[in-house]
């Protein structure tokens, strides 16, 4: 057994010694012929300085969060140490469920449940046919607690039923605050940042995150429904932003493989590049 | 779905026609006993290998000897790549100064790395030191789909020979594993993904100014090469946290196939060797189509049911519909518009019908039946095609059930390439079959009723417990993917974990080794009228039937509780 035991430390030796030199072997023809792609697809704004890489999202916010009109927005990122998304530390998603009501808001009879995981009860002793915490304007509104958080569980249900309103954040009119990563409140984000009507379809890629939370692309159709918005932004033909869309739009590999997307920050340069008018 | 998203499917399946008996034959020859393709270049090598480490490559091993090296170097390798863990932070190739992982956590990623699982409880970017990724967790990337080629080649030797005492030499199997399949093809397609875009450096994290003025670290590593490897070898552990869905691990729809491809290649090419091997190219097919039946219903189900989308988006005006514009629609919360909802379902398929853990989209948020299949993949001991060599040697024991049934049918003697099947095997293919739904469903059943585990749920209601299903079944099975809410890393996941992937792999593997040792023994009786032909169509129904209902029906039960119940509370 002993000598057993040392043949197979010497075979685990032999196959760290491989995979070293099979590293170092890739290393040398990524950085010697490849090194674009190697050293992580780095891109440059127009005074030539690193900005970040096209093959990761990042934000194009200001300091408070708010998307910048006069860029291309990427998708919603969840991939976030705490107030900083589209963080390539920290890659990932929250992974909600898809009758999480962290995800799709509080819709009556699929996902107002309580900590047990069963569906809330009115005073009539029926499942909920209405959202209590409903505002005018989000029917699926989740309310949030007085720190922001969203409240999914232990809904405070006084006699009337449910929906307290001391346990929860409320507006100045009396509705409740709702919270805004779910995603009818993105879909109604996303329709008054755009100057979209109230009940127009909203691309699915714009109200929902990628699993890396770095996604760089968005689809087509979102990159168009925003295409008004940045000409107006930067005083631009909307012509000129359309065609630069189509510039940067990368279609299926092959013709076949996967979606056809836009990339924001390529996208997003190549805006910043134009001549000021 | 849209018709392009099924021809990508048609595009996967005539690649892998063509890929697959090429490698198939060319692997034959490597574990058989004539001269193989490339002996000039390699032959040397080994044979100086060997001298080093004292191995003698003509001396056969009886099965207890082969199964004693196999365990010998698995747990040199763990020792090994825990000590790495441990230590990490004393290495040099730690750029970004990462720290030590805990005592438990490395036990996880140690037993996980080397049982072929690459389930992960850490990030990869903040928790693993670059020298810990290319001199600790590639070398095990490389080394458990090699064992698992050795069980499988032995499996098959067993099955073949004729009144053989011994399977093989262990080491001599290892080596060529590594040295003449997995090393060369991912040495191939690791400058593939390294072209379209996957980094491959060892800079340290480097912060950029982005363009709206805020910060990004943007994290440096050897990617390229741990990923080809990650997919070709069925391991799954990606560098970085969010795995395939990561840019710099597939940065395109292009990249995404290819991985699901480097997936599926070696487990249908073995389907293919073992044919070669019984020296009857139809035994072989009729295994593969076994495995490509069970790998195209999850695509057919996973496919369609994540293009259809979630209602209850539908409902608040968001537009799931399966237009080219909308990056091909249906339920994109958890994936990347460059892949699509139906190419991240086959991906899911695929990584789960293999022992992959690698995702390119957050299983967690897939639709409940999209997100059934993968769960279903796993449970059914991952044989559509399976892992590296694991695959192989779980089909082979399903056959010999299948045998075994339907010589219970008609009364005979059943006999499985003119192996008689007796009571030794049957009893040892029991052990096989029970062992892995024993543990997933034991630890399971715990720990949806501890109040403190249940509090790493990441999702309430049936959607949760389907969370802790999947861990331990993914676990038990050696599969290594996650509904990623979860948040595994506590004392009590890392340590039960570990034990369900330690049962999967080595509780598998020594009755399939005391099997081959023992059908080796046998003489081959000639088939005769009551003999069941096994190289038919037929015989492949039959194989499917027996693995969905023996070994899928355990789990109906868990089934119904979780994705079963969320479909129809989610009125999908």
């Known amino acids: ?277 | 779905m849209t018709a392009t998203a099924w021809l990508q499917l048609l595009a996967l399946v005539a690649s892998l026609a063509v890929a697959v008996p090429l490698l198939g034959s060319y692997m034959a020859k490597v574990y058989g006993e004539k001269k193989a393709p490339g002996d000039r270049v390699f032959l040397p090598v080994e044979r100086f290998v060997y001298r080093i480490l004292g191995v003698d490559p003509e001396s056969e091993q009886r099965w207890t000897t082969y199964a004693y090296s196999l365990l010998a170097f698995s747990l040199v390798s763990v020792v090994v790549l825990y000590g790495i863990l441990r230590l990490q932070h004393h290495l040099p190739g730690n750029p970004d100064g990462i720290a030590a992982m805990n005592p438990f956590l490395a036990f996880n990623t140690a037993v996980s790395f080397v049982t072929n699982t690459n389930w992960q409880n850490y990030s990869g970017e903040s928790a693993a030191a670059q020298v810990t990724q290319f001199a600790g967790l590639l070398v095990q990337n490389f080394a458990s789909p090699a064992a698992g080629l050795c069980v499988a080649v032995a499996l098959c030797r067993g099955l073949t020979r004729r009144k053989s005492r011994t399977l093989g030499n262990f080491w001599v199997d290892l080596v060529r594993s590594m040295t003449r399949v997995l090393l060369p093809i991912a040495f191939v397609f690791a400058i593939v993904l390294l072209a379209t875009g996957a980094e491959q450096n060892l800079h340290a994290a480097r912060v950029v100014t982005t363009v709206a003025g805020q910060h990004q670290t943007i994290v440096g590593g050897a990617v390229a090469s741990q990923e080809s490897i990650k997919d070709l070898g069925t391991n799954g552990g990606g560098y970085f946290n969010a795995n395939s869905a990561h840019p710099f691990e597939s940065p395109s729809s292009f990249t995404n196939l290819l991985e699901i491809w480097l997936l599926l290649l070696i487990g249908f090419a073995l389907a293919w060797m073992f044919g070669k091997m019984a020296r009857d190219r139809r035994q072989g097919v009729a295994v593969m189509s076994a495995m490509f039946v069970l790998w195209l219903a999850g695509a057919l189900i996973a496919m369609p049911a994540e293009a259809h989308g979630n209602p209850s988006f539908t409902k608040t005006g968001v537009s799931q519909v399966t237009t080219t514009a909308n990056a091909g629609g249906g339920n994109l919360e958890g994936k990347e518009v460059r892949n699509g909802a139906p190419a991240s379902a086959l991906f899911a398929d695929s990584a789960t019908g293999t022992s992959t853990g690698a995702v390119d989209a957050s299983h967690d948020s897939l639709t409940p039946i999209g997100g059934a299949v993968p769960l279903v993949n796993m449970m059914l001991g991952e044989v559509s095609p399976g892992g590296v060599g694991a695959g192989l040697y779980g089909m082979l024991i399903f056959a010999i059930m299948a045998v075994f049934i339907a010589g219970l049918m008609v009364g005979r003697t059943p006999e499985y390439i003119g192996k008689k099947i007796q009571a030794p095997e049957m009893k040892l293919v029991v052990i096989y079959i029970l062992a892995v739904p024993l543990v997933a469903l034991g630890f399971a059943a715990v720990a949806v009723l501890v109040k403190t585990t249940l509090a790493s749920q990441g999702n309430p209601g049936p959607h949760g417990m389907s969370e802790i299903v999947y861990a331990y079944v993914s676990a038990s099975n050696n599969n290594g993917s996650a509904f990623p809410g979860l948040s595994g890393n506590t004392d009590w996941y890392n340590t039960t974990l570990g034990l369900c992937m330690l049962v999967g792999r080595f509780v598998l593997m020594i009755p399939a080794l005391a099997i081959a040792g023992s059908l080796g023994r046998k003489q081959i009786v000639p088939a005769g009228a009551g003999t069941l032909p096994t190289g038919t169509p037929l015989f492949t129904s039959l194989l499917v039937g027996v693995v969905v209902i023996v070994v899928g029906l355990t789990y109906f039960p868990v089934l119904a509780l979780g994705p079963i119940v969320e479909h129809f509370i989610g009125k999908f």
């Open chain 1, 1 to 277: 057994m002993r000598r057993m035991l040392l043949t197979g430390l010497g075979m685990v030796l032999l196959f760290t010694v491989l995979s070293i030199v099979y590293t170092f072997v890739v290393l040398g023809i990524g950085q010697g012929v490849l090194s674009h792609q190697a050293n992580g697809s780095l891109v440059t704004n127009a005074q030539g300085q690193v900005v970040g890489s096209s093959l990761l999202a990042q934000g194009f916010s200001d300091d408070k969060g708010n998307p910048l009109p006069r860029y291309f927005q990427p998708r919603p990122s969840e991939g976030s140490s705490g107030s900083n998304p589209y963080d390539p530390t920290f890659s990932g998603s929250l992974s909600l469920g898809p009758t999480n009501p962290k995800l799709i808001g509080f819709v009556p009879g699929v996902s107002i449940i309580d900590g047990n995981g069963q569906l809330v009860k009115g005073p009539d002793g029926k499942v909920l046919a209405t959202n209590p915490f409903a505002t005018p304007t989000d029917p699926y509104c989740v309310p949030v607690d007085a720190k922001g958080n969203p409240v999914t569980q232990s809904l405070s249900t006084p006699s009337s039923g449910v929906g307290d309103p001391k346990q929860y954040a409320m507006n100045s009119d009396g509705s409740y605050q709702c919270d805004p990563n779910t995603v009818p409140e993105r879909a109604l984000a996303y329709r008054a940042l755009n100057g979209l009507a109230a009940g127009a379809p909203v691309p699915v890629d714009a109200v929902t995150v990628a699993f890396s939370g770095l996604d760089p692309d968005i689809s087509i159709w979102n990159a168009q429904l925003q295409t008004a918005r940045v000409a107006q932004a930067r005083n631009l033909p909307a012509s000129t932003v359309a065609a630069l869309v189509e510039r940067y739009t990368t279609p299926r590999s092959l013709g076949i493989l996967g979606e056809p997307g836009v990339n924001v920050l390529e996208l997003n340069l190549a805006l910043d590049r134009l001549p000021k008018s």
